[in-house]
């Protein structure tokens, strides 16, 4: 499921070489957790809007699609994500448990309970797959956001020139999938570091 969806459409800079655009894509986000660690308004206003603006922020310069809901399945291997048409209900749904979940945790949680909750979050939007295209970095940027809210450091979940780590990370996904969030929990408690420690 982390692999990049089918060759993106036409893009704005008009781009040919996947290595360049890759490039941009890599700056868009880095843009964005920039963004996040400088400029966001914390405490967060989880929303659909917000997903939506990340995606739009990392992306946008490249894609007129970007922030913009997926019309099609794309293709992710052998997983089969939701019809298109059910994406924006999966979504709000998405958020309305994400801030159930918000209420449900104490005054001061403990790292287990963010853990918990990013994992969560994590595992959901990469399953909604609600974009054409970076689905994998928007749902890793939305968990650095939380991870940042709640008063961690940045998340990495994997580096893409590590193998090991990503076929960790996505065998986590996979158990998720098959609604086992400890391991995906476990690999996001072992980098969650205080702000500032």
Known sequence: MGHYTDAPEDNLL???DKAALNEQEALGVTRVERYLLEDFDYPADLSVSLLQDLHRRAFGHLYDWAGRWRTQVPN???YLPPPANRVPQLLYEFVDELRHRQTQLPDVP????VAGLLAYAHHRLVAIHPFVNGNGRTARLFTNLLA?????QHVGLYHRKNGEERAQYLQAI???DAYDLGPLQALISAQLRPLGG
């Open 110 to 113: 403990a790292e287990a309970h």
């Open 148 to 152: 940042y809210n709640y008063g961690y």
């Open 76 to 78: 992710v291997g052998a």
């Open 14 to 16: 008009g781009l040919t």
């Open 174 to 176: 996979r158990q998720a």
